[in-house]
């Protein structure tokens, strides 16, 4: 088992990633004095229900814990401002009151969705995220919870950090081969940020991570949770070193959005994003190598490199205007200038962004 630490002062939490933690999850509960006396709200989607949440039900059961469930429909359409009202509905049915906590017990949509109802019920409750993908080793860590809008993913959403996150790697191996494929996106963004031999360790590992070896698996999620942990630490609420964690994503969820949030996976359109973000390196003057490897990884893991032809520019292009990083008629990037190191450049023409994904549909595989 390897344990990390999110070091936020008082809000402080540990990241727990090992084999088998769900059997144990009722001791790691009470050791980070979530409640017995007041009930508990698991939340997990249609999937993930019918794989995790019996044993999950069961085991806190036996340790005491007062639990009622809630299966939402699985994919982005759950993260709604209706599924949220649904939710909060069904917390007041069930009693939850100021000690009880929310459980999100999946992937990335389920741990923001949950976390946004923890956020939000009461003005503010406990949470506990227990992720069972791949990509939410990046969503479960760092407090960023929300649900979309149409015209924009994440727009309605809080800071909201949980009690601690249990992540056990047994959940992992039901998880189908395109899910562990988009799920390693963000595990190669981690790299791309923050450390360039970890980008070198991932393509020469790729071939271990894409068959769920577990020694790999586990090194690469608890080296992707420390860089996204570090970068938390230093800036919780993204005023200046956390942006950089979004490499890819202003491309990537306005790709998401244009198509309804059910075509692309999140790591299907983040590793888009990357690519058009390494384009846009070249443009400052980063090396060319930066853009080759980039690419190289990306695909090394199974990923998509470029646009799908029938996306429509004007499209994805309005997508961008209604995000959280468009201000003032410019766009916020951030901009790889070496491999394991980016830069926020605050100022990007809108027309060079539009040439980047009309060139991404182009792209060579």
Known sequence: MRELKVELGERSYPIYIGEGLMKEASSYFAKHGISKKSPLMIITDS???????????????????????????????????????????????????????????????????????????????????????????????????????????????????????????????????????????????????????????????????????????????????????????????????????????????ALEAVAGYNELLHGEAISIGMIGSAKLGLRYGAPEEVYAITKRVLKGCGLPVRLPAHFDVDAVMDAMMHDKKFMEGTMVFVVPTAIGKVEIKPDVPVHWIREIVEQLKQEGD
């Open 47 to 253: 999937h993930v229900e019918k794989l995790h949440l019996q044993a999950l039900e069961s085991e806190l059961a036996a340790g005491g814990f007062k639990t009622v469930s809630v299966v939402v429909s699985a994919g982005e359409s759950a993260k709604s401002l209706s599924m949220l009202e649904s939710l909060v509905t069904k917390a007041l049915e069930a009693g939850l009151d100021r000690k009880s906590a929310i459980v999100a017990l999946g992937g990335g949509v389920v741990g923001d969705l949950a976390g946004y109802v923890a956020a939000s019920y009461m003005r503010g409750i406990k949470f506990v995220q227990v992720p069972t993908t791949i990509l939410a080793h990046d969503s479960s860590v760092g407090g960023k919870v929300a649900v979309n809008h149409p015209l924009a993913k994440n727009i309605i959403g809080a800071f909201h950090q949980p009690e601690l996150v249990l992540y056990d790697l047994h959940t992992l191996q039901t998880l189908p081969p395109r899910e562990v494929r988009a799920g390693l996106s963000e595990v190669v963004k981690h790299g791309l940020i923050w450390d360039k031999l970890f980008v070198e360790w991932c393509e020469e590992h790729a071939e271990k991570l894409l068959s769920l070896d577990p020694d790999a698996l586990g090194y690469a999620l608890h080296k992707g949770c420390s860089v996204k942990a570090a970068v938390v630490s230093r800036d919780e609420r993204e005023n200046d070193l956390r942006a950089i964690l979004n490499l890819g994503h202003t491309i990537g969820h």
